[in-house]
């Protein structure tokens, strides 16, 4: 089974903190995605990563920061945190080239920024 | 641009009816199409996708290129079903390493 896990379930943070969100998996993923999740937006796609220390902003990167230093851990950070960042955060991995597009997902991250 | 739309934000209906959740897309490359679902307390999951041509938990889909729809049908709806369902596109001009693109999602409710 793949497995895709980020480090915590639940945040809370204070306006104007870094936080950094982690994310790992076990199954040697080239690809690594960060998407948000919110009632009414679906997904949307703030940042990817095809290979280690490469990275591509995805539809709403204003505001994050990511990190690839090893293949299997993908680092989202918000460098000043805001109210309007409250939300789901999904990690997720995908093995890469045609047809091997599935991903699989982390169980999420909710941050709330108070 | 690609870009998946789901026109019902939540759809009820009752145990043992047909369900259909609707998904168009417009697309400007070689597109893969998915479904994904998320019950209840669990991560996003891998429902089907329309290269499979497979059934999952009596779920199927079509895609329709001359309408650019992926809708989603079950012909007796189970309660179990309830969960929110998410289509998804990914676009192979960039070698599938640009991330899927998701629609809003549809709230399914059954009822008893």
């Known amino acids: 089974d793949v497995k895709v896990t980020q480090s915590s379930r639940y945040l809370v943070k204070r306006t104007g903190e870094k936080v950094f969100l982690e994310c790992v998996q076990d199954?040697?993923?080239?690809?690594m995605f960060w998407y948000r999740q919110d009632p009414g937006l679906g997904l949307r796609l703030i940042y990817f990563?095809?290979?280690?220390?490469?990275?591509e902003k995805g539809d709403i990167p204003e505001g994050y920061s990511v990190s690839r230093e090893k293949k299997e851990r993908f680092s989202l950070i918000l460098e000043s945190a805001s109210t309007n960042q409250t939300s789901m955060y999904l990690c997720?991995?995908?093995?890469?080239?045609?047809?091997?597009?599935?991903?699989?997902f982390g169980q999420g991250t909710r941050l709330t920024v108070v | 641009a690609q870009r998946v739309t789901q026109p019902e934000k939540l759809l009820s209906v009752f145990k043992g009816a047909p369900v259909e959740l609707k998904c168009n897309y417009s697309?400007?490359?070689?597109?893969?199409l998915f479904w994904y679902v998320q019950y209840s307390r669990q991560r996003l999951q891998l429902l089907l996708r329309?290269?499979s041509r497979e059934s999952i938990k009596g779920f199927t889909a079509d895609l329709n290129k001359g309408e650019t729809s992926f809708h989603l049908k079950k012909p007796f709806a189970q309660e179990e079903d309830s969960a929110m369902y998410y289509c998804?596109?990914?676009?192979?001009?960039?070698?599938?390493?640009?991330?899927?693109?998701f629609g809003k999602g549809t709230h399914l409710i059954i009822q008893p």
């Open positions: 329309h290269i």
């Open positions: 990563s095809y290979d280690v220390k490469m990275k």
């Open positions: 997720a991995s995908s093995l890469g080239g045609l047809h091997n597009t599935e991903a699989f």
């Open positions: 199954m040697d993923h080239e690809n």
């Open positions: 697309y400007s490359g070689s597109p893969e």
């Open positions: 998804a596109l990914i676009d192979y001009s960039g070698g599938g390493a640009d991330g899927l693109t």
